[in-house]
């Protein structure tokens, strides 16, 4: 098995890096000015599900390309129902998942999840609603009561550029038909268990990882990204420091290095193994060090892009110092 996923996993990272594509979202339109980066363009963050790998028997991923504000989605297939995990930004993207799954499902009924309630994760989910059952813990529930419309018209104003900002026409605000409380629940697809983990504050309010025990996998949202500056996503008003917890993100990271899944399908950015979630923890450690030292924006910036010279969206670098040093 181990054999099998390394061999998936270095096939879906070439194809991953033969799509590179590198960009910045608006809403943080200073930190190009700080990087010296430039107007950017990118393409139109719609999943594109023809490219959907099955990585371990019965688990498919879409992957995202490298395409910003497109995740890694997953479809995980067992004999009685198929859990889809994210849909993407939009109702095109919620289709075309949609199809996958039910292609992939052969008749089986499709449960929806989200690794976390942010747009580009889940902002399509309506699609789902009238076939499938949309099920969440219920931290994200309550903060998609709370907070998802403000983060639906933020979304639209101030992060997708005006020549994108149709995919989110019609979008509603879609609540859970179930949600579970505590720390973890076991979802039987029928000869596969499902564990979903509750992370809790994180990078977001109702973080949740997605772990396929008898194959290795972990879907972890944006708890990790690979080769992608990590998103600390400080862009107030649209999110707060009230909805970041550092500490807790460390936590998670830990817990999912001692889980050792062979193969971590990461919010953004190619799959891996527990090394990205230990690159990630190591450029949290690393932001401290460099908001301990006291420098100003700029020579942050640099540091950072020094430290991590081939990592990509350095447009996520100044909101995480911002946080920090608040």
Excluded: K
Excluded at 215 to 230: H, K, N, Q, S, T
Excluded at 235 to 254: K, N, Q, V
């Amino acid at each position: 098995m181990t054999t099998d996923l390394t061999t998936n996993r270095r096939h879906l990272m070439q194809a991953s890096a033969a799509a590179l594509i590198t960009g910045a979202l608006p809403t943080v339109a200073s930190a190009q000015e700080a990087t010296d980066a430039g107007p950017t363009t990118y393409p139109q963050p719609s999943v594109d599900a023809r490219f959907a790998a099955e990585v371990a028997p019965g688990i498919f991923v879409i992957p995202d390309q490298r395409i910003p504000l497109v995740p890694n989605v997953g479809i995980i297939v067992g004999t009685e129902r198929v859990l889809v995990v994210d849909c993407g930004l939009g109702v095109d993207s919620a289709e075309a998942v949609m199809e996958t799954a039910r292609r992939l499902a052969s008749g089986r009924e499709i449960v929806l999840t989200l690794t976390h309630a942010h747009p580009e994760h889940g902002f399509g989910a309506q699609v789902f609603a009238p076939d499938a059952q949309i099920f969440y813990n219920r931290a994200q529930a309550d903060h998609l009561a709370r907070a998802g419309q403000g983060l639906l018209d933020g979304f639209r104003a101030g992060v997708l550029p005006a020549e994108h900002q149709f995919l989110l026409d019609g979008i509603e605000v879609t609540m859970p038909d179930e949600t579970y409380d505590g720390a973890e629940t076991r979802l039987d697809l029928g000869g596969r268990e499902v564990v979903l983990r509750s992370v809790g504050l994180a990078h977001s309010p109702g973080d949740q990882i997605i772990e396929v025990p008898d194959a290795g996998v972990l879907f972890a949202g944006d708890l990790i990204e690979e080769r992608i500056y990590p998103i600390v996503p400080y862009f107030p008003p649209l999110i707060g420091a009230e909805d970041i917890d550092l500490l807790a993100w460390r936590m998670a990271l830990s817990g999912i290095e001692e889980l050792a899944p062979a193969l971590i399908v990461p919010g953004h950015g190619s799959l891996g193994g527990v090394e990205i979630a230990q690159d990630v923890a190591g450029y949290l450690d690393a932001l401290d060090e460099i908001v301990a030292n006291g420098a100003d924006m700029e020579m942050m910036i640099a540091e950072v892009q020094r430290r991590y010279p081939t990592w990509e969206q350095a447009n996520y670098i100044p909101p995480a110092l911002e946080y920090l040093r608040r």
